[in-house]
């Protein structure tokens, strides 16, 4: 069908309005929606974001309400537990602890269980108490106790199925980083060392040799030069000292200790003279070290050999850098030192006497109380300690180090730690890096 044609110019003119006007009244109803629109969007997007609030509101008050309810529940069962199993503890005793537990529970540092808390707030008490602790404000004994908590729950946590125990000792409320900052990374230079493998020619000394027997747990004749160090044990034959206590809060000074400690038992094994020297003499005088800041035992060695130490008794420990003024007491020497690496500490040094070995310590240590040790290690050499045994423990099958430490007689074994030794891993914790020996010639 062909659409007719309008001719008529008037007609032309009519319809032309006609569709002008429709065009107009649809640009009208088209401007007219778009403020509808934003108006519906925005009511929507209103509507939803007081949907969130209030939702967020009321997660926040049935947050608010359970933590309300939790803390009143926390104090009812900590209140009854204090009445009924404490009811002769001290009200200003009782009153502090319940106010500190439920400070801390509110802030959530504690489990909901107010007997485990509380047990744990005993042992903070006796620590306090053991350990002389004094805090300058009520923060900083919080701090600690949170700290504590942590430590505390380690060791009684602690799997019976591992070949050494945990215990609590002076070092549990130490933070992370008091620890690093306690330990701080010493990168010892082994190149320049002036290693010696001359060291068993100054091995026929009667009364090394009758030493020797007695470490060796042996009744029969030994050539030293034939011997290996596994199961020697320096400690059968008295020719190791009592062990110290460095004071490691206030001074960084066990590079200072085990070189003293290896030139003591050098003294009773070689002289059976027992000698107690001066760690306080090296930190003071002992420039090439950093006093109470760690030092080198190499160094320290040196020192020994060049200007002797005085006795301790003369020039007592303090725990910090003084002046060194010391000449005219009298000293003891050693002739030299032998310095060796891997199984030569072993199978030499240690044959000769104890020595002094430098390991890469982690936090982890500072929980040993017995057995054998096969916990983590340390990333590099940050401790100083004192090779003085090898030997085997029945109990578990491992063959461990024996080494003395500088933290007093109350922490491991009597101060003692016993490093496992695993098959294929002599150097654990980098305890064969390097070893130093100081040397008595025969007199």
């Known amino acids: ?31 007219q929606a778009k403020p509808v629109s934003r108006l519906l969007t925005r009511k929507l997007l209103l509507g939803v974001v007081v949907l969130f609030f209030l939702a967020g509101v009321s997660v926040v008050s049935y947050f608010l ?12 069962e900590l209140d009854d537990h204090l009445t009924k199993d404490f009811p002769n503890l001290e009200r200003s005793k009782r009153d502090t602890c ?25 042992e903070f008490e006796e620590f306090n108490s053991k350990y002389n602790r004094r805090h300058a404000t009520q923060q900083e004994r919080l701090n600690r106790l949170v700290t504590f908590r942590s430590n505390y729950l380690e060791v009684k946590e602690q799997k019976g199925d591992e070949p050494y125990v945990k215990g609590i000792n002076r070092f549990s409320d130490l933070t992370e980083r008091e620890f690093y900052k306690m330990f701080p ?37 030994v050539d030293p030069r034939n011997l290996t160090g596994e199961n020697l044990d320096w400690r059968r034959a008295d020719g190791v000292t009592k062990v110290k206590d460095q004071v490691m809060d ?14 003591e038992s050098l003294y009773r094994i070689y002289r059976d003279e027992t000698v107690d020297l001066s760690e306080q003499e090296l930190v003071d005088c002992d420039k090439l070290s950093g006093g109470c800041f760690t030092g080198s035992p190499f160094t320290a060695m040196e020192y020994v050999c060049s200007k002797g130490l ?14 060194c003024s010391y000449g005219k007491y009298k000293k003891k020497f050693v002739n030299t030192y032998f310095v060796a690496s891997g199984l030569d500490i072993l199978n030499k040094s240690l044959v000769v006497s104890p020595t002094v070995v430098p390991i890469n ?21 940050n401790h100083v300690v004192v090779l003085v045994g090898e030997g085997f423990d029945e109990k578990t099958g491992l063959r461990y180090w024996v080494l003395k430490n500088s933290w007093g007689p109350d922490w491991g074994e009597n101060g003692f730690l016993r490093l496992a030794r695993p098959k294929g891993m002599d150097n654990k914790c980098g305890v064969l890096s390097v070893g130093l020996t100081p040397v008595l010639y025969s007199s």
């Open 1 to 31: 069908m062909v659409s007719s044609v309008v001719s008529n110019p008037n007609e032309r003119l009519v319809n032309n309005r006609v569709e002008n006007d429709l065009e107009s009244s649809d640009d009208t109803l088209s401007t």
């Open 65 to 76: 309400f359970s933590k309300y309810k939790m803390l009143n529940k926390f104090k009812r």
């Open 98 to 122: 319940f106010d500190e537990l439920t400070r801390l529970f509110g802030d959530g540092f504690l489990s909901d269980d107010p007997k485990l808390e509380y047990e744990v707030y005993r």
């Open 185 to 221: 990374v010493n990168e010892f230079s082994y190149s320049d060392l002036p290693y010696k493998d001359h060291i068993l020619d100054n091995v026929s000394n009667p009364t090394y040799l009758k030493n020797l027997k007695k470490a060796l747990n042996t009744v029969e004749d």
């Open 250 to 263: 206030e001074c960084y000074s066990c590079w200072a200790f085990s070189t003293v400690a290896s030139v």
């Open 310 to 323: 005085s006795s301790s008794r003369d020039v007592p420990y303090r725990a910090k850098v003084g002046k």
């Open 361 to 381: 310590l982690s936090r982890e240590f500072l929980t040993y109380q017995s057995g054998v040790y096969n916990g983590s290690c340390g990333h590099y050499p």
